[in-house]
């Protein structure tokens, strides 16, 4: 059969020009989105009496046809019909001869993709919450069994303030629910049908887009059909929000790789999650983490992609929108295989309480501590600072640190020093002191882990 488009041609189509400008090679994951469309669409064709209702039952059972052979695999697609829309209305003429055409009446190809693709990216937002929802329920775990782990904090990379670990691992959960949120809202945008545009104009029959819409269980049809065609922000804002999921991926992928250092020996992942070298047998290498810090970069690459392609695009439909597909693919696949791999790379990491508790021993992070213990006898902070600074120096040019440092010893810094300075210098005082909302004390830590649990349980 010739192409579907070939009246007005008097040359077959050169076969380099063919393969350039053909999606068929990635756009067929769109096959079960498009024939869902397309049922959608007859179905109104026929209820507002476009199309006579026997064609549109024989197009229909044509359409479940077809779509069975997209499932088992029997379809084949052609690159001469250049795309999914395409190879399947031909597929769909094949099978039910000359009335399988009427099933693009009122139709274009371009309200016909951009319905696709929502079709398509709201299921992947609601799969994508999942995936979050799993992966904050990990971190929750390993916080639970950790509310009494106490690690340094750093800032700069330097040891700072001592924090429960668990501390830590919520502000993960913390981070990963605004991307639960931020995915939730784009539903909004997501979920408004495209289709009834026709090429960029609307259509002269007499369809009814809020019927298909329903049908659909689309919430809204777009208000303007130049707008519906050549809409692609709803790709944008999915690419930038897993753009954001990754990056906070890729920030826990950093502290995993860091933490699982002989430096630091803080974790330790599970060997199935690790990887060896084929030279040095010793090795056993955090990869999974290392990869998902990488492939951040590609998102990010997809989303500067789809906004340079668009940016100066004329309105309506260019051929420069097809475009838009291969990076989300990309993204989607891309995010699942780094959210399936570390919701169980986190729940089944060992935490070396040990190893920490020395790391927390041999610092200086109780400092600030100290400082605060001679505000409260009256001390301005800015002094109290000036005398702990000293002490430290004073600590670091003997090998000591300040537990070990005798009364007398401080009280050459100061008189205001006493002996309950011992007790404000344990690790676990110093954390439980800062009692504040969302502060590391055990108690604040409890009772945020209770709220993301109830939280996750919420919806
Ligand atoms: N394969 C095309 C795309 O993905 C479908 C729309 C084509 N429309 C057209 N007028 N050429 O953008």
Not at 40 to 53: D, E, F, R, S, Y
Not at 318 to 338: H, I, P, R, S
Request: hydrophobic share 40%.
């Amino acid at each position: 059969m010739s192409k579907l488009w070939g009246g007005r041609f008097t040359k077959q189509t050169n076969k380099l020009v063919e393969e350039y400008t053909a999606s068929i090679g990635f756009d067929q994951k769109l096959a079960e989105e498009d024939v869902q469309g397309s049922l959608a669409h007859v179905t109104m064709l026929g209820k507002c009496g476009i199309v006579p209702q026997e064609d549109v039952e024989t197009i229909k059972k044509g359409l479940l046809t077809v779509l069975e052979k997209i499932r088992s695999g029997e379809i084949e697609y052609s690159v001469s019909d250049e795309d999914i829309h395409m190879n399947i209305e031909k597929n769909l003429i094949e099978q039910i001869g000359p009335v399988g055409g009427k099933l693009h009446t009122g139709r274009s190809r371009n309200d016909q993709v951009a319905t696709d693709m929502h079709l398509y990216l709201r299921k992947r937002v609601v799969e994508f919450v999942e995936l979050l929802r799993n992966l904050q329920e990990a971190l929750i775990g390993q916080a639970k069994a950790n509310t009494d782990t106490i690690v340094p904090g750093y800032t700069h990379l330097q040891r700072a303030q001592p924090i429960l670990f668990a501390h830590h691992l919520m502000a993960y959960v913390a981070m990963f629910g605004r991307d639960i949120e931020r995915l939730q809202d784009s539903y909004k945008r997501i979920n408004v049908l495209p289709l009834g545009a026709g090429a960029l104009a609307g259509t002269t029959f007499p369809i009814d887009r809020h019927f298909v819409a329903e049908q659909l269980h689309f919430d809204a049809v777009y208000e303007n059909s130049l707008d519906a065609v050549s809409d692609r922000d709803f790709i944008l804002e999915f690419l930038s929000n897993a753009s954001a999921i990754m990056m906070h991926l890729s920030r826990l992928s950093e502290e995993l790789v860091l933490w699982s250092s002989t430096e630091f020996r803080f974790v330790e992942l599970d060997d199935a999650f690790c990887t060896g070298s084929s030279i040095m047998p010793q090795k056993k290498n955090p990869d999974v983490a290392e990869l998902v810090r990488g492939k951040t970069g590609r998102v990010y690459g997809n989303l500067v992609g789809l906004l340079t392609v668009l940016k100066s695009l004329p309105l309506a439909y260019n051929k420069d929108m097809q475009e838009d597909k291969e990076g989300m693919f990309d993204t989607v696949a891309t995010l699942q295989g780094a959210l399936q791999l570390f919701a169980p790379m986190i729940a089944t990491m060992k935490v070396n309480t040990g190893r920490m508790r020395e790391a927390v021993n041999q610092d200086f992070s109780n400092a600030t501590d100290i400082a605060d213990f001679l505000v409260g006898k009256g001390l301005p902070f800015r002094q109290a600072h000036e005398v702990i600074g000293k002490t430290v120096l004073y600590c670091i040019q003997n090998g000591k640190f300040l537990l070990d440092l005798t009364l007398d010893e401080f009280k050459q810094f100061s008189d205001l020093f006493d002996d309950r300075i011992y007790e404000v210098l344990q690790p676990e005082t110093v954390v439980n002191a800062r009692n504040v909302y969302g502060g590391t004390a055990t108690a604040q830590v409890e009772a945020a882990i209770a709220r993301a649990e109830s939280k996750l349980t919420e919806t």
